[in-house]
């Protein structure tokens, strides 16, 4: 997890969205953290040119069901990328773990299966605060980073596909 405000960073080397198509998937719980995780997501499509209805934004119940959510964006919407954001937040269990490494490891497949950028968003903290410090707190956030990776590997999928070396 970042330790800095990566938000900053990023805004000069982001190429233009305008044209492109996004999906947004974001779970309701934990909604303070995640709601801003969509919310700074959607302004900084906007911010780099995509226009407010080409980004679909959907919510699930958790965590753990964003990357059904993603499929299903993919499957039924017309999206060059899929944004995922959610929190998970430590416990006293080990249900921590296996949502973390369940919904890393949908994320990657849905990847490798799909062929269009999905985007993990997701915050796996030790407590409340630090995710508030990465939703829009003193470390920025995550959802404008998740956002600026969707534009760029989308950006990178279409420069590729229209390549002519082969």
Request: proline share 2%.
């Amino acid at each position: 997890m970042a330790t800095v405000n990566l938000s900053d960073h990023v805004n000069h080397q982001v190429p233009d969205a305008k044209g492109m198509k996004f999906g947004i998937v974001y779970a309701e719980w934990n909604p303070e953290v995640t709601i801003a995780l969509k919310n700074g997501a959607v302004d900084t499509l906007q911010k780099f040119g995509a226009l407010r209805e080409d980004i679909h934004v959907e919510e699930v119940p958790g965590t753990f069901e964003l990357t059904l959510g993603g499929q299903l964006m993919a499957e039924n919407t017309d999206v060059d990328a899929v944004i995922l954001l959610g929190c998970v937040i430590q416990g006293e269990t080990r249900h921590f773990d296996f949502i973390c490494q369940g919904v890393t490891y949908g994320t990657t497949k849905l990847n490798l299966e799909y062929g269009i950028p999905f985007v993990f968003g997701v915050l796996t903290t030790d407590n409340q605060q630090q995710a508030l410090d990465r939703a829009g707190g003193r470390l920025g956030n995550k959802g404008d980073e998740a956002a600026y990776t969707a534009i760029k590997m989308v950006a990178l999928s279409k420069r590729l596909n229209n390549s002519t070396i082969k």
